[in-house]
């Protein structure tokens, strides 16, 4: 087996969106993060709140939010999951991925370890990242800094050796004292050290510790459990009055729809989000909805840009809820020897041009079994589009909503100038059984023809006169 331990540092401020100025995080009056300008100012974790503002007084204060840092955790976890299926929580900032068995799927352990990193930096997060035979000693490794990988358990002396014992958790103070009077600051100086001593001195955790860290004893962890439905809520630092500004927190939710949506091999044609308000209004919801169900975290999020640029807020939002329960099994698919992937490359343009134009504004057609060329045809969603029709003659995709009416010179039909017949007629005679609503009973000679700006239509005469009824591309 092969563990990777993400350590989140930053997670206490992770939480609050990204600023430039100055930002910490603080409880009890103690500085527990801080961002690059922060500590560019001087700023480090542990100082005191007022020794901070005294090293930069416009700095922004945030109060920590042990819920949001575990709400963002859980979303970490759940997209964690696109990489592995083997996810357990380690602690209040760590995550553990069971990595052995999917090294070849993403190309190996380097290409695999860049696209964890990749992943977290486009969700404007930071991890640590400890690579170790067993559990424990990835999180030491973690704790450390140390993101040089130990890939054999026989390394493992060798490479916990240099840490310091502080990466072992649950010392009492009264322990660390007795530690610094034995001269031990090493986990190497307290691997040197006799099993019954330890246990006598520290009790029957550390030797265990020890012991399970270089892989002698089993160390089971409680596997993350996955929601079988999708329904992650995540809490805004502060209320929000404009569309745009929803990206920040919204993207995270997809990040971990992706991952969620990865492990299942499925994926999804609708989703939903929830916009919370205060004072007890309703929740707004916002629908985005693609046209083949997909996985892809770059289509989910081009599709919420979109929607977002065009839609207004009816009142500032304070929590956001990201909703999926109608995940599809994604289906295999074979490589196309004569271009068919064209077809595949026109579901992220009719995604856009839905985000941008609504959802009545783009949708597929399905041929119906009808005669009649305005009746052949009907609306449906992209996905049902197809269909077989009634064989006929040339016939242009391009219809008139209603056929118009052309003017005649010398019994010769004109539309900007005299029209030549190329092909025809077709006669058309159909309808008899329906009214006037449904098409109703016509009788129709459709011809090819052509005028002197070179344009191709597709015109017919009846018992009222010429009319054009459609245009060849």
């Not at 072992?168 to 090493?186: E, K, N, P, W």
């Not at 805004?236 to 500004?245: F, Q």
């Not at 927190?249 to 971990?256: D, G, I, M, V």
């Not at 091999?265 to 919370?276: D, H, K, P, Q, V």
């Amino acid at each position: 087996m092969l563990w990777l331990c993400l350590r989140f540092p930053c997670l206490a401020l992770e939480v609050f969106p990204p600023e430039s100025e100055p930002a910490v995080v603080v409880a009890l009056q103690r500085v527990q993060a801080v961002n690059e300008a922060a500590q560019a100012a001087g700023i480090q974790p542990g100082l005191r709140l007022a020794s901070a503002l005294a090293l930069a007084p416009g700095l922004q204060v945030h109060e920590r939010q042990p819920a949001r840092e575990a709400a963002w955790l859980h979303m970490l976890a759940c997209w964690s999951e696109a990489f592995t299926p083997q996810v357990s929580l380690a602690a209040e900032d760590e995550l553990l991925l069971e990595i052995g068995g999917c090294l070849r799927l993403f190309g190996g352990l380097p290409a695999l370890r860049e696209r964890v990193r990749a992943g977290l930096v486009e969700q404007g997060s930071f991890a640590l990242q400890g690579l170790a035979p067993t559990p424990l000693a990835a999180q030491w490794l973690a704790r450390a800094g140390v993101e040089a990988p130990c890939l054999g358990a026989d390394e493992l002396p060798a490479a916990l050796g240099p840490l310091p014992v502080q990466v072992i958790d649950g010392f009492t103070q009264a322990q660390q004292r007795t530690l610094a009077a034995l001269g031990v600051r090493s986990l190497g100086d307290l691997l040197a050290l006799p099993a019954a001593g330890l246990q006598r001195r520290f009790g029957a955790g550390l030797p265990l510790q020890l012991a399970q860290a270089l892989g002698e004893r089993p160390d089971p962890r409680e596997a993350f459990v996955f929601p079988e439905v999708f329904a992650e809520r995540l809490e805004l630092p502060a209320k929000v009055s404009e569309a745009a500004m929803l990206l920040f927190a919204l993207r995270r939710l997809l990040a971990a729809l992706a991952g969620w949506l990865a492990a299942r091999a499925s994926g999804l044609s609708t989703c939903r989000i929830l916009l919370e308000h205060e004072d007890g209004l309703t929740a707004s919801e916002l629908a985005l909805s693609f046209a083949e169900p997909t996985a892809d975290l770059a289509r989910f999020e081009r599709v919420l840009r979109e929607r977002l640029e065009h839609y207004r807020l009816t009142a500032p939002v304070w929590r956001v809820q990201l909703l999926a329960d109608e995940a599809q099994p994604l289906a295999g698919r074979s490589l196309g020897l004569f271009g068919q992937e064209a077809a595949q490359a026109l579901a992220p343009v009719i995604e856009r041009l839905r985000a941008r134009l609504g959802e009545a504004a783009v949708h597929g057609l399905a041929c119906v079994a009808d005669h009649r060329p305005e009746c052949a045809s009907r609306a449906v969603p992209e996905a049902q589009a197809g269909g077989s029709a009634v064989a006929a003659g040339l016939r242009p995709l391009w219809l008139l909503p209603r056929p118009q009416a052309l003017g005649e010179r010398a019994g010769v039909p004109q539309h900007e100038g005299a029209i030549l017949r190329l092909a025809g007629p077709e006669r058309i005679e159909s309808g008899w059984w329906s009214d006037a609503g449904q098409g109703g009973d016509v009788t129709r000679d459709y011809f090819v023809a052509s005028n002197p700006r070179g344009e191709w239509l597709w015109v017919f005469r009846d018992a009222q006169g010429w009319w054009l009824h459609g245009v060849f591309a």
